[in-house]
């Protein structure tokens, strides 16, 4: 025998001494009632694929169903450029019906080769309504079967829609795809992720743009007995080391209303960015969010509008002084110079962050157009009482040179 072999059977010797690891389930192990498989307790079936089999379950919301204050006929309305303005011209024609809606359950959050996406949601209209698809692994070991389906189904779809997926959810399942030698099937298809727009939109209003949050504010849906998200992953640890399956309805039945949400809020939040004028927005912090977006694109008017909206509507003083000074700011880029004028005369009459900057531009304007030096130079003086600084001195410098050389000083 070769010293090779000899090193070979040694390790093989060593490894087989080795005890495997002693799991310890998380409470005492499950009756025997609440050990019966996955289907005796959710609606659904084991499917066969070429590579071995998982569990998948199925429901439907019929059109005339509401989630919260939407229809699902509700999202069949929508124009196919609906996503335009939201994807910066990517999804400027999509048939509604060729978009999926997804969100995963898994095995932590910190992602990497050894977290497992052990529930799959998928979502889509269809002539009917709106129906779910859930693949679900039964154990690790029905993950090449899970994501073979889902490949499959993905097929029949152009555009993705998550919340949060395009860090998390999407390069999740590539990984997972590679380690089961499988080519992801993503690549073909455009990625909208409503985090982004919902961020624009809500983040000055609500204290958190989570999905849930939003679920409540926006869709006026509240969930009864909801499982929180950080109890997923070991409940599901839990049934993989007793067999719990009773436990995994909660899971199911989380997944189905992120995906339903999910949405009912993409046929709210880019029709915002789609005509910003017509949605009937109610509060005036989301006013001043989508204005601060439209200002971004280019979008002038909009903003304008939105802004003036927004301080009609009531904000806090903080926000309100900044949005006075932003719609200001456009008054002038657009050359309504009167306007501009009488919103940072506003914010030169009450203490805020933005009086120094309002004193130097009315000082601007008094110079250049009104051609009024005195008016000008104390214009900064007062910005200069409150923000001293080398531009606004040789600003005063410069005037008091025109004063003198007109013999106003």
């Known amino acids: 025998m070769s010293n090779l072999q000899e090193k070979l059977a040694f390790l093989r010797r060593k490894i087989a001494s ?10 005492p192990a499950a009756p025997a009632e609440e050990r019966k498989s996955i289907d005796q307790w959710i609606d659904g079936a084991v499917i066969a694929t070429e590579r071995g089999s998982h569990f998948e379950s199925e429901r439907a919301w019929k059109n005339h169903q509401r989630h919260g204050n939407v229809y699902v006929s509700d999202l069949q309305e929508v124009e196919r450029n609906w996503l335009a303005a939201i994807s910066d011209g990517a999804l400027a024609d999509v048939d509604p019906r060729r978009v999926v809606f997804l969100d995963t359950e898994t ?33 690790y070991t029905d993950e090449p079967s899970q994501l073979t389906a889902l490949a499959a189904d993905l097929e029949k779809y152009d555009v993705l829609v998550t919340y949060n997926g395009r860090a998390y959810d999407q390069p999740l399942l590539e990984t997972r795809f590679r380690m089961s030698r499988m080519k992801p099937p993503f690549a073909r298809m455009t990625h909208l992720d409503l985090l982004y727009g919902a961020r624009r939109l809500y983040k000055l209003q609500l204290d958190s743009c989570r999905l849930v949050h939003l679920e409540g504010e926006i869709l006026g849906v509240e969930r009864i007995d909801d499982l929180p998200g950080a109890l997923i992953p070991n409940l599901y640890f839990d049934y993989l080391r007793t067999g719990a399956a009773h436990r995994m309805a909660s899971i199911f039945e989380h997944n189905a209303f992120d995906i339903l949400s999910l949405a009912c809020l993409t046929g709210i939040i880019p029709r915002a960015f789609h005509a910003p004028l017509e949605v009937p927005l109610r509060r005036g912090a989301e006013m001043v969010g989508l204005a601060r977006w439209l200002r971004g694109a280019d979008r002038i008017d909009e903003a304008i509008t939105l802004f003036r909206r927004g301080l009609a509507a009531g904000l806090n003083d903080e926000l309100a002084f900044r949005t006075t000074w932003d719609c200001a700011l456009l008054e002038k880029k657009r050359g309504n110079e009167a306007a501009s004028v009488e919103l940072f005369t506003e914010l030169i009459g009450t203490p805020n962050p933005h009086r120094a900057g309002a004193f130097e531009e009315l000082a601007k304007y008094y110079e250049h157009i009104e051609k009024n030096y005195l008016l000008a130079l104390d214009l900064t003086e007062q910005a200069l009482s409150f923000a001293p600084c080398e531009p606004l001195q040789r600003r005063r410098s410069r005037l008091e040179k025109k004063a003198i050389s007109r013999r106003l000083l």
Not at 112 to 139: C, M, N, P
Request: proline residues 7%.
């Open 107 to 139: 095995t932590g959050l910190a992602g990497g080769s050894g977290t497992y996406a052990f529930l799959i949601g998928v979502g889509a209209l269809d002539e009917h309504g709106f129906s779910l698809k859930q693949y679900f692994l039964r154990d």
């Open 18 to 27: 080795i005890e495997p690891p002693a799991f310890s389930p998380i409470g």
